[in-house]
């Protein structure tokens, strides 16, 4: 890991220690540590099972991409360590860092890295995309929220249309050939192009978007949890609430391109458990300090034992390539496929 990027990445692990203790500080630090006391933690289970099968589901759908972009000489169980390894970055500053998981795919599958990032790019569209879905059905409720949910929404399906109108994306490819700086890269702009066009097209979009959906619904129900957990009734309302609070806090963090959205998601999330759900100071300080922890920090926590138990699989030398998750009747040279 670079000196920059170990940098950037204790940055972010600086402003999470500040947004964990101005959340505590915006609360009464006593009612906190009282509703952490009071909180039904036979629910914690639940909590993280929730969370874990976000990950796989998103896991698996990135495992679908690779193989939609032609990298399919990886194992699924590989292609899981990759996507989840790649949240032990995620703290670094549009979660840039998580595209390390081009370097662990070029040493693993000898995958082009212009024809494997898109996997990476289209996946957080399609999440933003189905965040923004999820949100609007709250905000049918609270049409306060419409128009940052409808700017969302416009520029996704916008980027989406671009790549599928062909002749409209050859052209502006086209047009960089003749600028000195991008003619140099325009080969690699061109193959990152075709593998984004194969994964938004009508049927990957669709399958995408499906895991997308649900992934983020079980995450929210995580949340519908930690608020039952603080005492709250539990009522259906309460979990389609649950769902779009944490889906305008993540669409709000990720638009803030902070390290792992901190301080923008904490900021909303909050806010929105005050005025939609009339939470107390410290009951909405609590619930999104809970659900934080277990999204965001526990995923960070899950990427970091990845890396640590295996990190000669994704950072060792390249001696035997049979014990580092390639199928062993696979070619390792990458195969470049167009759509």
Do not use: C
Request: proline share 3%; glycine share 10%; net charge neutral.
């Amino acid at each position: 890991m670079t000196t920059n990027l170990k940098r950037k990445l204790a940055i972010g692990f600086g402003l999470g220690i500040i947004v964990f203790v101005g959340l505590l500080l915006y609360g009464d630090v006593q009612e906190i540590r009282h509703l952490l006391t009071d909180f039904r933690w036979g629910l914690l289970p639940a909590i993280l099972g929730l969370t874990v099968i976000n990950y796989l589901l998103r896991g698996l759908r990135f495992h679908y991409y690779l193989a939609q972009t032609g990298i399919t000489n990886i194992t699924v169980w590989t292609s899981l360590r990759v996507f989840i390894g790649g949240f032990s970055l995620t703290l670094t500053p549009g979660k840039f860092g998580e595209f390390v998981r081009l370097l662990w795919l070029k040493k693993l599958a000898n995958a082009d890295p212009a024809k494997a990032a898109p996997t990476i790019i289209v996946d957080r569209i399609i999440d933003g995309l189905a965040l923004a879905l999820l949100a609007s059905v709250g905000a049918l409720a609270y049409p306060q929220y419409w128009s940052l949910i409808i700017v969302i929404l416009v520029i996704l399906i916008a980027g989406i249309i671009v790549i599928q109108v062909r002749p409209l994306a050859l052209l502006f490819l086209n047009l960089g050939e003749t600028l000195p700086l991008v003619s140099k890269v325009i080969h690699h702009l061109h193959v990152l192009y075709e593998s984004a066009y194969e994964l938004l097209r009508l049927k990957n979009f669709l399958i995408g978007l499906a895991v997308g959906l649900v992934a983020w619904t079980v995450e929210g129900l995580a949340f519908y949890l930690v608020l039952i957990g603080l005492g709250l009734p539990n009522a259906f309302d309460l979990a389609l609430l649950a769902i779009f609070t944490l889906a305008v806090g993540a669409i709000l963090g990720g638009a803030s391109s902070l390290p792992g959205g901190l301080g923008a998601t904490e900021i909303s999330m909050t806010g929105i458990l005050q005025a939609v759900v009339y939470l107390s100071d410290e009951m909405a300080a609590t619930a999104t300090l809970f659900i934080r922890f277990f999204t965001l920090w526990f995923g960070v926590l899950l990427g970091i034992l990845i890396v640590i138990i295996w990190r000669k699989l994704l950072f060792g030398n390249d001696e035997n390539e049979s014990n580092l998750g390639v199928e062993p009747n696979s070619e390792l040279t990458y195969q470049q496929r167009t759509p």
